[in-house]
């Protein structure tokens, strides 16, 4: 399964962003948001993505854009793995049905049942603007978000 | 595929001949457990390949994970001003689980360098702007994690082990004579 290309409108989704609460796509219109979906919470490496696009958070702010991570993890799951990473932004929960979001983007990978590691741009109408999905056991850097998120005017505070 | 940003400059802390076919770049954070393990395989591999490999480490702490990565970082490019960055990055490794602002200031007595300096310099994060230059060139290079090599400028993502690193350089070495 190819994961969708740059031009195509990014599915919408409604996810579990904590135990109690959901996060839709079309709340964050009008602002570029960058998708990053992952395998699992708790691989064994420490200096990981996610880690890594923590640490970027501050080049993101210029374009206020929002990133969120996705894996098929429950919503528990994201909780103590981001209280454990000291993550600032969101994981949301492909949990059920299993990996359907995923699946939407054309990230999903049916024998093992996880998520790609894809990463997504999407402008503030909600197109996707860049795509990339990388060999699952390679995290993929930052630098091909920062590059896309480079075609999007800097608007924010940069705070 | 991932290729070096800024290829080994002046700037950079190096081992071995600047002029050598073969160049080694580590990014890597202080406090990262396996940065510590792969150090000693580091140290093999350029033994094992002398003066043909010019190896160089560049600072890419993950300071939200690792509550140290920054100041040891700070730390080590202060041992750097006075000509002793090298003594500095291998005791931190080797001290890399019980770091702390005492520790770094014990490390700075033991090199002989002034501890109140180093002090002072971290408190005014002195050494700030130069580890984020690394940090940025990671970025901008593709770092995926810590430690993340790169053999001749290109990323290398392979297994950590030294028969791995050492094939893969060899592989490299055979395709530039070529």
């Not at chain 1, 640490?55 to 374009?63: A, G, N, R, S, V």
């Not at chain 1, 990473?85 to 990996?99: A, T």
């Not at chain 2, 310099?121 to 702007?129: C, D, G, I, V």
Request: charged share 20%; hydrophobic share 40%; proline share 6%.
């Amino acid at each position: 399964m190819a994961i969708l290309e740059a031009g195509t409108i990014a599915p919408e989704f409604s996810l579990n962003v904590t135990p109690d609460q959901k996060l839709s796509l079309s709340e964050l219109r009008g602002r570029p948001v960058v998708l990053a979906f992952y395998p699992a919470d708790w691989s064994p490496v420490c200096g990981d993505e996610l880690s890594i696009f923590n640490e970027i958070l501050p080049d993101l702010l210029p374009y206020r854009a929002e990133l969120v991570g996705i894996s098929v993890d429950g919503a528990w799951s994201h909780d103590a793995f981001s209280k454990q990473k000291h993550l600032h932004f969101p994981l949301l929960s492909d949990f059920q049905p299993k990996g359907s979001v995923a699946r939407s983007y054309g990230a999903y990978r049916e024998t093992e049942g996880v998520c790609e590691r894809a990463l997504f741009v999407i402008d503030k109408s909600g197109t996707i603007t860049w795509s990339y999905c990388s060999p699952v056991a390679v995290n993929p850097g930052a630098d091909g978000i920062l590059h896309a998120l480079k075609a999007f005017p800097k608007e924010g505070s940069g705070e | 595929m991932n290729r070096l940003s800024i290829p080994i400059g002046p700037d950079d802390h190096t081992q071995g001949d600047r002029t050598a076919l073969l160049t080694l770049v580590e990014y890597g954070d202080y406090e990262c457990p396996s940065c510590g393990q792969i150090q000693p395989v580091i140290q093999k591999i350029q033994k094992h390949f002398g003066k043909r490999l010019l190896f160089a480490f560049r600072n890419f702490p993950l300071a939200e994970l690792h509550p140290w990565a920054e100041a040891a970082a700070e730390a080590a490019m202060y041992a750097s001003k006075h000509g002793k960055f090298w003594e500095m990055h291998y005791l931190l490794f080797e001290n890399q689980e019980r770091l702390s602002d005492s520790l770094l200031l014990e490390l700075a007595d033991q090199l002989g360098l002034s501890s109140s300096d180093l002090s002072v310099a971290l408190e005014k994060n002195t050494y700030r702007p130069r580890v984020r230059t690394d940090f940025d060139s990671g970025i901008r290079s593709g770092v995926n994690g810590t430690p993340t090599l790169f053999i001749n400028d290109e990323r290398y993502d392979g297994l950590l082990g030294f028969d791995s690193v050492v094939d893969r350089i060899a592989h490299v070495l055979a395709a530039s004579k070529v």
